[in-house]
T-cell receptor, first 114, second 108 residues
Framework: ETGVTQSPTHLIKTRGQQVTLRCSSQ?????VSWYQQALGQGPQFIFQ???????GRGNFPPRFSGLQFPNYSSELNVNALELDDSALYLC?????????????FGNGTRLTVT | LAKTTQPISMDSYEGQEVNITCSHN???????ITWYQQFPSQGPRFIIQ???TKVTNEVASLFIPADRKSSTLSLPRVSLSDTAVYYC?????????FGKGTRLHILP
C-alpha cells in the first residue's frame, strides 16, 4: 500500500506567476483535500474533491483551483501568486465513508514566493 | 462546524503520562473526534479517533465525556520523540477545521 505522495517537495516562484502542485492519493482512497499551512499555524482547509468534483471549500479566493483525476490523483493550481501564498501545501486523501473519515497526509510542498 | 480549543503549548518530562484536553462545544451529533500529530516539515499523522467514552490503541488513549463537548488525548510514558504539535478535530465531512494545535515539548 503506497501512501500519499506530493511533488515537488520545494518550489520557488515569483509574485504574479502561476504554480501547479501535484498529489498522488493513497491506494483505494476516493477523496482528496488540500491545505495551506503557514509557519506556526495549523493547516487551513482550501478545498476537497470527491469523484472529480469540488464538494467543499474553505475561505480561499478563486485563484486557488484544483482538479481530481479518474485515478484519484489531484492538482492544486494557484494563479497570480502573492507573497502571502508562501506556505507548506498539504494534500490528504481519505475514503469517503462515515461522517468523519481519517485523513492520510503527504509531507507537503514548500512554496516560497519572492 | 465544530471549532476546537486547545492549550497552545505544554511541557513534560520523559516517562511521564501527558494529557491534552480539547474543547469542541458545538460538535455535530454524528461527528467523531480525531487527533493528529505533526512533526516539523511533515504532514499530520492520524493518532486516534473516537465517538464517546474511551478508545485505546497502541500509542494513545482518548477519553470523551458523555456530553462530548471535550476530549482528552492521553499519551502514556512519553519520550523525546513525542515532541510535536497535536491537533484535535471535531468532525470532518466537506469542510475540515484544524485549530492551532498544542505544541508538546518533552524534556529529558
Amino acid at each position: 500500500e503506497t501512501g500519499v505522495t506530493q511533488s515537488p517537495t520545494h518550489l520557488i516562484k515569483t509574485r504574479g506567476q502561476q504554480v501547479t502542485l501535484r498529489c498522488s492519493s493513497q491506494s483505494g482512497h476516493n477523496t482528496v483535500s488540500w491545505y495551506q499551512q503557514a509557519l506556526g499555524q495549523g493547516p487551513q482547509f482550501i478545498f476537497q474533491y470527491y469523484r472529480e468534483e469540488e464538494n467543499g471549500r474553505g475561505n480561499f479566493p478563486p485563484r486557488f483551483s484544483g482538479l481530481q483525476f479518474p485515478n484519484y490523483s489531484s492538482e492544486l493550481n494557484v494563479n497570480a501568486l502573492e507573497l502571502d501564498d508562501s506556505a507548506l501545501y498539504l494534500c490528504a486523501s481519505s475514503l469517503r465513508e462515515g461522517p468523519t473519515p481519517t485523513l492520510h497526509f503527504g509531507n507537503g510542498t514548500r512554496l516560497t514566493v519572492t | 462546524l465544530a471549532k476546537t480549543t486547545q492549550p497552545i503549548s505544554m511541557d513534560s518530562y520523559e516517562g511521564q503520562e501527558v494529557n491534552i484536553t480539547c474543547s469542541h462545544n458545538n460538535i455535530a451529533t454524528n461527528d467523531y473526534i480525531t487527533w493528529y500529530q505533526q512533526f516539523p516539515s511533515q504532514g499530520p499523522r492520524f493518532i486516534i479517533q473516537g465517538y464517546k467514552t474511551k478508545v485505546t490503541n497502541e500509542v494513545a488513549s482518548l477519553f470523551i465525556p458523555a456530553d462530548r463537548k471535550s476530549s482528552t488525548l492521553s499519551l502514556p510514558r512519553v519520550s523525546l520523540s513525542d515532541t510535536a504539535v497535536y491537533y484535535c478535530l471535531g468532525g470532518g465531512g466537506d469542510k475540515i477545521i484544524f485549530g492551532k494545535g498544542t505544541r508538546l515539548h518533552i524534556l529529558p
